[in-house]
């Protein structure tokens, strides 16, 4: 029968004091002893045993032997660690984790890690989601979602949204089925995730277009009231004063019956009206670029260098990365700007080319 410093030689070096400790009080004590030691097996695997027992005697009270159970506890003690870490898990998940029986009765409950998830994960389930949108629309209460699940052995997804502290919370949780052994589903897993920063975040998102699309809206409005301010004094300032110098021209020619000068009059009024048509012209092409709109803003541009260029400046226009079918609003808006830039250069750059 192997004695206790064999035991002790293949023990855990931690675990052999306090065994002997054990051992000792028992026989002080005359009762029985119980403790767990690890063991290291031929092959250097480590097992947990549970050894309970008592000593044996002789007629003079002296110790002969101890008589004991000695169980392998290791499946256990394995078992009893993943439950460990798995409880560490659900204590540390920002999720809430609950499992229902075909009674729709909650028969497991984790509770959120963090502070945002104000209501445990009952109160959370009873809500009737009167202001959450439902995919499709199916306008689902939550154990309307997890029968469903039941009859059909299908994942279900579910949308929950309450106040708190005068707070919308959101949740989306996903239900999962679990089946038994003959195929049928006794119960149902459902992982609720707290989506409020997501919504926060998207309705963040969505003032955010929404003001840049009204600065784009502000800009567009003031570059066309600039436009229409320029066109305006083009008119007033240009073809008006044309008009009304042709109109003097015209009455002296009226006014006398056989004027000295009829022929001058005539041909003043004529060069006069010639240039009102051609501002008449210009004005109508700033509203409008004709080859902008029948041939796009390639050409359009292209035509900008074409038309400044002279004997003492060479315009040159290259086109590249243009992306096709650009809003009408943004060509137009790109083609003035190379109109600017072009009139600026050729005033004041006081180059050749």
């Not at 480590?46 to 506890?73: C, E, P, Q, W």
């Not at 009765?105 to 009952?122: I, L, W």
């Not at 959101?170 to 049928?184: A, K």
């Not at 003001?211 to 229409?228: G, R, S, V, Y």
Request: net charge neutral.
């Amino acid at each position: 029968m192997p004695g206790l410093e064999m035991v002790d030689s293949v023990s855990h070096p931690e675990d052999v004091l306090m065994v002997r400790q054990i051992l000792k009080k028992a026989i002080q004590n005359k009762e029985g002893y119980a403790y767990e030691r690890r063991i290291f097996r031929p092959d250097g695997q480590m097992r947990h045993l549970h050894s309970n027992g008592n000593a044996l005697y002789d007629s003079d009270g002296n110790i002969k032997s101890f008589i004991g159970i000695v169980t392998d506890i290791t499946t256990h003690k394995q078992a009893a660690k993943v439950s460990s870490t798995c409880a560490v898990c659900l204590r540390n998940t920002p999720d809430i984790i609950n499992r229902w029986n075909k009674d729709l009765e909650m028969v497991f409950a984790s509770q959120p890690a963090d502070g945002k998830n104000q209501s445990p994960g009952a109160a959370l389930y009873l809500q009737h989601d009167e202001g959450a949108s439902q995919p499709g629309d199916t306008g689902l209460v939550w154990h309307d979602t997890v029968k469903r699940v039941f009859e059909t052995g299908k994942k279900q997804d579910h949308y929950s949204a309450y106040t708190v502290l005068e707070d919308m919370v959101y949740y989306h949780t996903r239900l999962v089925p679990g089946f038994s052994e003959d195929g049928t589903v006794n119960s149902v897993l459902a992982i609720a995730h707290n989506m409020s920063d997501y919504k926060r975040l998207e309705r963040e998102n969505l003032d955010l277009r929404l003001n840049q699309q009204k600065e784009i809206l502000l800009a567009i409005l003031d570059t066309q009231k600039n436009e229409h301010t320029r066109i305006a004094e083009g008119l007033h300032n240009g073809i008006g004063q044309l008009r009304f110098a042709a109109k003097i021209s015209l009455d002296q020619f009226i006014e006398n019956e056989y004027p000295e000068n009829a022929k001058a009059a005539v041909r003043k009024a004529d060069l006069i009206l010639v240039d009102a048509i051609n501002q008449t012209r210009s004005l109508s092409h700033n509203l409008t670029p004709s080859l902008l709109d029948s041939f796009g803003l390639e050409v359009a541009s292209k035509h900008i260098g074409v038309s400044l260029t002279s004997n003492e400046l060479h315009f040159k226009c290259w086109v590249f990365n243009l992306r096709p079918n650009l809003e009408k609003y943004l060509q137009v808006a790109v083609y003035r700007m190379a109109q600017e830039l072009a009139n600026n250069a050729g005033k004041h750059a006081a180059a050749t080319k």
